[in-house]
């Protein structure tokens, strides 16, 4: 991943000396579980614990001979060892020790998104609370439809939010796992216990059934899950580009002394952070894809999944951590002109109360076809002629025979719109 993108606790997860890390407290693990079981002198396993180690251009050197990184790997630790090196990778083919090691570091991982969506959520939370009153357009098709509230917008953000926590859970579960169940996944050269063990001192589960490798479907579906996580990102990200054009300006991005947003305009003041969102939320559904790709391997396994995982499993998650915290910074500190909402409100003549003059004409005795007939074409006229809706209908005999003045006065005010705001957040728990 591109160091722009990075950031260090996450990368640091991904690194070639943490991934060796990892493979190495697994065999130990598998040592270990060996000599509970009598099979392996427990002063060899004590000696292995405490001496062996590794090297990681040493592992690169001896790769270039033996073209297979695992092979490379146990000799690099084996020449730190004495006599006990005949029990390093006892038992194991290479997928138990690759597979239940990444099943560990997704573990890692997950704790830092988790994490991150926690703190996010909270964010997108605070910031609908704030604004849970701030009238505004709500637009349909692009089109003005009728007034809400920012606070609703935000609202909306939160409980997608909150989806997507619980989705995130339910996928973690599924890669948080790991497999030492021989080269076909039938335990022929190695007992069930082993796999328990190293996964439980991991802090993984074992795998109820595997092949060589572990069924890439859990992966698919976590890979999903990240997707729309980027996704909904995006969503948000979406709306504040639309909210803050020029013709709008309801919402921008923090713009920060000595920031530049043009090399030709001084002038310009872009939503870059938000269409960085929606950039990276792209790369983010293509590596899904490439995860649903890596489903469907030949018999017991393949490797053509291998390559592909070594770019998107550290790429997707560190993507993950990185728009969860930029775009949290952003919502955080996102100016909001609600003066500009209001008058943005105004700027379609009062057609947005449209509905309301056809319901109250209705509940004053008229059919719903009689009420939306007299009301369209004053709807078109003033839309067409650029003309204040209301005065219109003040002029109507029919619509002045069935309202008073100072209801026609209360069809046209936008807080009438506000009055089951609490009992959505409420629901929300917000």
């Given at each position: 991943?591109?160091?722009?993108?990075?950031?260090?606790?996450?990368?640091?997860?991904?690194?070639?000396?943490?991934?060796?890390?990892?493979?190495?407290?697994?065999?130990?693990?598998?040592?270990?579980?060996?000599?509970?079981?009598?099979?392996?002198?427990?002063?060899?396993?004590?000696?292995?614990?405490?001496?062996?180690?590794?090297?990681?251009?040493?592992?690169?050197?001896?790769?270039?001979?033996?073209?297979?990184?695992?092979?490379?790997?146990?000799?690099?630790?084996?020449?730190?060892?004495?006599?006990?090196?005949?029990?390093?990778?006892?038992?194991?083919?290479?997928?138990?020790?690759?597979?239940?090691?990444?099943?560990?570091?997704?573990?890692?991982?997950?704790?830092?998104?988790?994490?991150?969506?926690?703190?996010?959520?909270?964010?997108?939370?605070?910031?609908?609370?704030?604004?849970?009153?701030?009238?505004?357009?709500?637009?349909?098709?692009?089109?003005?439809?009728?007034?809400?509230?920012?606070?609703?917008?935000?609202?909306?953000?939160?409980?997608?939010?909150?989806?997507?926590?619980?989705?995130?859970?339910?996928?973690?579960?599924?890669?948080?796992?790991?497999?030492?169940?021989?080269?076909?996944?039938?335990?022929?050269?190695?007992?069930?216990?082993?796999?328990?063990?190293?996964c439980g001192k991991l802090g993984i589960r074992p795998q109820?059934?595997?092949?060589?490798?572990?069924?890439?479907?859990?992966?698919?579906?976590?890979?999903?899950?990240?997707?729309?996580?980027?996704?909904?990102?995006?969503?948000?990200?979406?709306?504040?580009?639309?909210?803050?054009?020029?013709?709008?300006?309801?919402?921008?991005?923090?713009?920060?002394?000595?920031?530049?947003?043009?090399?030709?305009?001084?002038?310009?003041?872009?939503?870059?952070?938000?269409?960085?969102?929606?950039?990276?939320?792209?790369?983010?559904?293509?590596?899904?894809?490439?995860?649903?790709?890596?489903?469907?391997?030949?018999?017991?396994?393949?490797?053509?999944?291998?390559?592909?995982?070594?770019?998107?499993?550290?790429?997707?998650?560190?993507?993950?951590?990185?728009?969860?915290?930029?775009?949290?910074?952003?919502?955080?500190?996102?100016?909001?002109?609600?003066?500009?909402?209001?008058?943005?409100?105004?700027?379609?003549?009062?057609?947005?109360?449209?509905?309301?003059?056809?319901?109250?004409?209705?509940?004053?005795?008229?059919?719903?076809?009689?009420?939306?007939?007299?009301?369209?074409?004053?709807?078109?006229?003033?839309?067409?002629?650029?003309?204040?809706?209301?005065?219109?209908?003040?002029?109507?005999?029919?619509?002045?025979?069935?309202?008073?003045?100072?209801?026609?006065?209360?069809?046209?005010?936008?807080?009438?719109?506000?009055?089951?705001?609490?009992?959505?957040?409420?629901?929300?728990?917000?």
């Open positions: 991943m591109l160091e722009r993108y990075s950031r260090p606790e996450m990368a640091n997860i991904w690194s070639e000396e943490n991934k060796y890390r990892a493979w190495l407290e697994v065999e130990i693990l598998a040592d270990e579980a060996w000599a509970e079981l009598g099979e392996i002198p427990k002063e060899d396993v004590a000696k292995i614990r405490a001496n062996a180690d590794f090297d990681v251009d040493r592992i690169l050197e001896i790769e270039k001979e033996t073209r297979h990184d695992v092979v490379a790997f146990t000799r690099a630790v084996s020449e730190t060892l004495g006599e006990e090196r005949k029990w390093v990778h006892y038992g194991l083919t290479s997928t138990d020790v690759v597979d239940t090691a990444y099943g560990y570091l997704y573990k890692q991982a997950n704790d830092i998104i988790r994490r991150d969506l926690e703190n996010f959520t909270n964010i997108v939370a605070e910031k609908a609370k704030e604004h849970k009153m701030t009238i505004m357009m709500g637009r349909t098709h692009g089109v003005h439809a009728e007034p809400t509230t920012f606070g609703l917008k935000l609202a909306t953000w939160y409980s997608e939010m909150k989806r997507n926590q619980e989705r995130f859970e339910h996928a973690a579960a599924g890669v948080e796992a790991g497999k030492i169940s021989g080269a076909v996944g039938n335990f022929a050269n190695i007992p069930p216990f082993v796999e328990e063990y190293v109820e059934i595997s092949t060589q490798v572990l069924p890439r479907d859990l992966h698919a579906e976590y890979f999903a899950v990240l997707a729309s996580i980027a996704t909904s990102i995006e969503r948000m990200a979406t709306e504040i580009r639309g909210l803050q054009k020029s013709e709008q300006r309801e919402v921008e991005e923090f713009f920060a002394k000595g920031q530049k947003g043009s090399s030709a305009m001084p002038h310009k003041r872009n939503p870059i952070g938000s269409e960085n969102m929606t950039g990276l939320a792209r790369v983010v559904r293509g590596h899904m894809i490439t995860a649903y790709e890596n489903v469907p391997l030949w018999h017991e396994r393949d490797i053509s999944h291998s390559s592909a995982e070594r770019i998107i499993t550290p790429d997707t998650t560190i993507l993950i951590n990185y728009m969860l915290n930029r775009f949290g910074n952003i919502v955080k500190n996102l100016t909001v002109f609600p003066e500009n909402m209001v008058r943005n409100m105004g700027s379609t003549f009062g057609l947005i109360f449209s509905q309301r003059v056809m319901l109250k004409l209705i509940e004053k005795g008229m059919t719903r076809e009689g009420a939306y007939d007299l009301v369209q074409p004053k709807t078109a006229y003033s839309w067409d002629n650029q003309v204040d809706f209301k005065p219109l209908l003040e002029a109507d005999e029919e619509v002045t025979s069935r309202l008073t003045q100072e209801e026609i006065d209360e069809l046209f005010n936008p807080v009438y719109y506000t009055q089951r705001v609490d009992d959505i957040f409420n629901r929300l728990g917000l």
